[in-house]
């Protein structure tokens, strides 16, 4: 796997592109509502309240960290917590410079063998188990919002965009319960896959394996994310606490956007906020942008016209909220992917110890 640093290098202008995208964008709603606007909402927020959003995002963050710590100590022996913490940093950076969040998990387990010596496939089962106890809760409240939005008087291309994505969300956990739990099916059909491309790679590589050792590697990978999947799913204790601490995690979420919005003297009805907000994180799924920035907030806005929310109320809150959300963990994942990547270098630069 890449390093952090040829990562960006190598997908600098595909970043570039999407960020003055998403900019451009933000630009375009603020211009249509009028900056003064906004900005008049902003001047009139609560440092103190703004204040507590971060703190709760940070509850947030440690919560995860202690999910993943837990299904972690299941299928193996996990580092410490502060370890497993500066490494969810460093993913979560991963996901926010990129468009639809992905790499987080892959980058987790390469962290783990790495730096800790656990085996990748048992690291990408125990990070890709964590994502499914956070979709448990998120999947059963997405359909109740769905009913409930779609009985809305709300435009029809709204429905549309938000049917969209509930399917995309059911899609996207049904594909990783199945891999997870069906692993022969699984087996067959990225062999056949890997099959299919095998020609084309066999032409690049400089040392190629032959399609035997690819399709043995592959098996043995498969087989053990299977194992340790169906192990953090299947074990009852860590299954309740995982779906507990997945609860804890959205309750915290909703009370944070609740605070954003009372920190500009906005009071939303708590029902429509949670309903309108879990949609929001569908749309941020969206593989087009990163952190959908934008769209989200396109989206929001038509939603909460719907209770009475204005526009400008709407993106001063959303602002704030991706201030402690979203800005300010990419800049701490920034540095701890820096520090991750100098130890990697500095790790694999080390002689191997000498036969005694």
């Known amino acids: ?4 640093y040829e990562i960006i290098r190598k997908h600098k202008w595909k970043i570039i592109l999407t960020f003055t995208i998403s900019f451009f964008l933000i630009f375009a709603i603020s211009f249509l509502i009028g900056f003064n606007d906004i900005i008049n909402v902003i001047k009139k927020a609560s440092w103190q309240l703004i204040l507590l959003s971060f703190v709760l995002e940070g509850a947030i963050i440690i919560v995860w960290t202690l999910r993943w710590k837990i299904i972690l100590d299941l299928v193996d ?4 917590f502060s370890t497993l913490l500066v490494m969810l940093f460093a993913s979560l950076f991963g996901n926010n410079i990129t468009p639809s969040a992905a ?3 892959p980058l987790r387990a390469y962290l783990l063998r790495e730096v800790e010596g656990t085996p990748f496939e048992i690291g990408f089962a125990s990070s890709t188990a964590d994502r499914v106890f956070e979709f448990l809760p998120f999947v059963l409240i997405s359909i109740l919002s769905a009913v409930f939005i779609l009985g809305w008087n709300i435009p029809l291309f709204t429905k549309f965009i938000v049917s969209v994505m509930i399917i995309f969300s059911m899609t996207l956990f049904g594909i990783l319960l199945y891999t997870g739990l069906n692993k ?3 087996l067959r059909i990225v062999i056949r896959l890997a099959k299919s491309v095998y020609p084309f790679f066999i032409k690049v590589a400089k040392n190629p394996l032959s399609f035997v050792e690819v399709a043995e590697k592959l098996s043995f990978y498969i087989n053990r994310f299977s194992g340790g999947f169906k192990t953090a799913l299947k074990d009852k204790k860590v299954f309740v606490i995982g779906f507990f601490l997945s609860f804890v995690m959205w309750g915290l979420d909703m009370l944070r956007m609740y605070v954003c919005f009372i ?3 906005s009071y939303p009805p708590i029902s429509p906020l949670i309903i309108i907000y879990t949609v ?3 749309i941020s799924l969206l593989p087009l942008l990163p952190g959908a920035w934008g769209i989200r907030e396109a989206t929001l806005i038509a939603l909460f016209a719907v209770v009475g929310v204005s526009a400008d109320i709407v993106v001063a809150a959303s602002l704030i909220d991706r201030l ?4 300010a963990p ?3 994942g920034a540095l701890a992917a820096i520090y991750y990547g100098k130890k990697v270098k500095n790790m694999a630069k080390q002689p191997l110890p000498a036969d005694t």
């Open 263 to 265: 920190s500009i003297g």
């Open 103 to 105: 790499g987080g998990e």
């Open 330 to 332: 990419t800049i701490i």
């Open 77 to 80: 022996e996990a580092p410490k």
């Open 324 to 327: 402690g959300s979203y800005i």
């Open 1 to 4: 796997m890449q390093d952090t």
């Open 280 to 282: 929001g994180i569908l």
């Open 184 to 186: 022969e099916v699984t």
